[in-house]
T-cell receptor, first 115, second 115 residues
Framework: DARVTQTPRHKVTEMGQEVTMRCQPILGHNTVFWYRQTMMQGLELLAY????????DSGMPKDRFSAEMPDATLATLKIQPSEPRDSAVYFC?????????????FGPGTRLLVL | GNSVTQMEGPVTLSEEAFLTINCTYTATGYPSLFWYVQYPGEGLQLLLK?????DKGSNKGFEATYRKETTSFHLEKGSVQVSDSAVYFC??????????????FGKGTKLTVNP
């Protein structure tokens, strides 16, 4: 049963520290999405990759957030420096990249708390 | 821009009650429509989808029909179970030709089913 995996599942850190979240998409999927979920804003798309190339990161605060895909099996989302307002659940999702109507498969999320 | 509006929660029902969660959308082009479900502590998973007008998506006793004339995709289930307690998200993807599969989500509706 193929699944998207995310590490760590939980992270508590202090303001100003760097945070790195990792995602392993389902083997064979060529699109990867990063979402942030908060009570106030709901689910927001932060970044979107196809074949490891960033297609859209317009939802991501550029000054402190960065997203990369070093290889096809790993996507990373970094926050430097972190702030309390970054506290949220961060989800990674992957898909087969077949266009509109394609299902996205979500990981279990990383719950981040910045003190 | 594209947007999804779904009914505010929370919704509390007794087991075997009828469920309706309303969802309406605004989109350019011809969107695909989705319902995702999030169980406590987990990531989202696809419940059902419809990719063109008048299509009906169904899964696990849930149904939703893509109504272009009313721009709606309401979720229904005839008899809910305690295990259906979760947060339900309506979503759409709509892209220009060759464009992205980005999902736009509604705010989510929390459903609690009591025995």
């Amino acid at each position: 049963d193929a699944r998207v995996t995310q590490t760590p599942r939980h992270k508590v850190t202090e303001m100003g520290q760097e945070v790195t979240m990792r995602c392993q998409p389902i083997l064979g999927h060529n699109t990867v999405f990063w979402y942030r979920q908060t009570m106030m804003q709901g689910l927001e798309l932060l970044a979107y990759f196809r074949n490891r190339a960033p297609l859209d990161d317009s939802g991501m605060p550029k000054d402190r957030f960065s997203a990369e895909m070093p290889d096809a099996t790993l996507a990373t989302l970094k926050i430097q420096p972190s702030e309390p307002r970054d506290s949220a659940v961060y989800f990674c999702a992957s898909g087969r990249g077949r266009g509109v109507g394609e299902t996205q498969y979500f990981g279990p999320g990383t719950r981040l708390l910045v003190l | 821009g594209n947007s999804v509006t779904q009914m505010e929660g929370p919704v509390t029902l007794s087991e075997e009650a009828f469920l309706t969660i309303n969802c309406t959308y605004t989109a350019t082009g011809y969107p695909s429509l989705f319902w995702y479900v999030q169980y406590p502590g987990e990531g989202l998973q696809l419940l059902l989808k419809a990719t063109k007008a008048d299509d009906k998506g169904s899964n696990k006793g849930f149904e939703a029909t893509y109504r272009k004339e009313t721009t709606s995709f309401h979720l229904e289930k005839g008899s809910v179970q305690v295990s259906d307690s979760a947060v339900y998200f309506c979503a759409l993807s709509a892209a220009p030709q060759g464009g992205s599969e980005k999902l736009v989500f509604g705010k989510g509706t929390k459903l609690t089913v009591n025995p």
